[in-house]
């Protein structure tokens, strides 16, 4: 058996030493936003199970998720969603190994970000 | 001297003894589900307060009913990849075990709950 003891190794700088840049900010919102989906999720799903066991109980969770605090959770949901949207399809952009000049992975960053909000406004208006 | 071929190397698949399926999976979902979300945000964000009786009448129509199950599955499934690598990322030993194992039941647990929601409006 290889020994246990833990051997002192170099630590390669993590996110503390490097500047924040928006190429590593827009990659970590995306994680963000993904995993924070979860919640609209949950309570969507929650929804659905209510409808399909009566007026009563439907009543009851219609009231959570249409007060301030289901529209709260749901609008944040759906500038999750669409920022997460944007920054997937930039992802297959970049698989396809394109875009990947700082210059227009800037520009692609400031678009999954002003894009997320556009399209939050408008789906807000059309619902 | 090395004994296996470069082609039996990449057969084992790499460090993440996944190779590229991962990837791959994460891909095919993130396109359907491009195709999808636009379509399922407008039908939802309109079933959404516009009581029950609209809503019984919005999920018995097939459209509705198969988008929103397709989302929920493959949302899901696309979820508890993107969820597990991020458990993966940060923590270790038996937190991640406990976490990946949640994140995993839990998935198919939502998915169970949302078609079963669903079987019982459409029918």
């Known amino acids: 058996m290889a020994d246990l003891k833990p051997v002192e190794r170099p630590l390669s700088p993590h996110l503390q030493i490097y500047r924040p840049q928006l190429t590593s900010i827009s990659s970590i919102l995306t994680r963000i936003a993904g995993n924070g989906l979860i919640v609209g999720v949950v309570l969507a799903v929650w929804w659905l199970l209510a409808a399909a066991s009566g007026p009563d109980y439907f009543a009851f969770v219609d009231g959570i998720l249409t007060s301030w605090f289901g529209d709260l959770v749901f609008s944040l949901s759906l500038l999750a969603v669409w920022y997460h949207y944007l920054a997937g399809l930039r992802h297959l952009y970049f698989d396809a190994g394109k875009g990947l000049d700082i210059e227009t992975a800037e520009m692609l960053g400031w678009g999954c970000i002003i894009g997320s909000v556009v399209l939050t406004v408008i789906t807000l208006f059309l619902v | 001297m090395r004994y296996l071929t470069d082609r039996k190397r990449a057969v084992g698949k790499g460090a993440a003894h ?18 999808m979300i636009p379509t399922f945000l407008f039908i939802f964000g309109r079933a959404l307060g516009s009581g029950h009786e609209q809503v019984l009448a919005t999920f018995a129509r097939p459209f509705p009913a198969i988008l929103t199950g397709l989302v929920l599955v493959i949302g899901l499934q696309h979820f508890r990849r993107g969820a597990q690598m991020m458990i993966e990322d940060y923590a270790r030993g038996t937190t991640r ?27």
């Open chain 2, 97 to 123: 075990k406990i976490a990946v194992i949640f994140v995993i039941t839990f998935s198919y647990f939502l998915m169970a709950c949302g078609l079963f929601a669903l079987a019982k409006l459409a029918l």
């Open chain 2, 18 to 35: 996944s190779g590229t399926e991962h990837h791959w999976y994460m891909t095919v979902s993130a396109v359907g589900l491009a195709v």
